[in-house]
């Protein structure tokens, strides 16, 4: 199983909705990942093997975690699915 953080600055707001359409795409497609929310200072908190985060923050978080996917629209489950897909696969090949 593995541990997501979608992060957002606050943790409320668009880290929530991020959140649901995550879940959606890992439910849709039997992902073994668990995902939680909050704001970036989560980071620090927990080893996650990755981070979901919106585009206009990527490049606060990109250092501090193995794997980040960048989101651009949080409501795009084929994008959300894809920066998944990358990560299992940046995963397997490790």
Known sequence: ????????????????LLKIKVDQVVKENNYPIQVVHSNLDAIEE???DFIVTMADITDD???KVQYC???HNLMDK???KKGIEGFLEFIKNK
């Open 46 to 48: 927990r080893k996650w």
């Open 78 to 80: 084929k994008e959300i």
């Open 61 to 63: 978080v990109r250092e």
């Open 1 to 16: 199983m593995y541990n997501a953080l979608v992060a957002c600055r606050t943790g409320m707001g668009s880290s929530m």
């Open 69 to 71: 996917i960048s989101i």
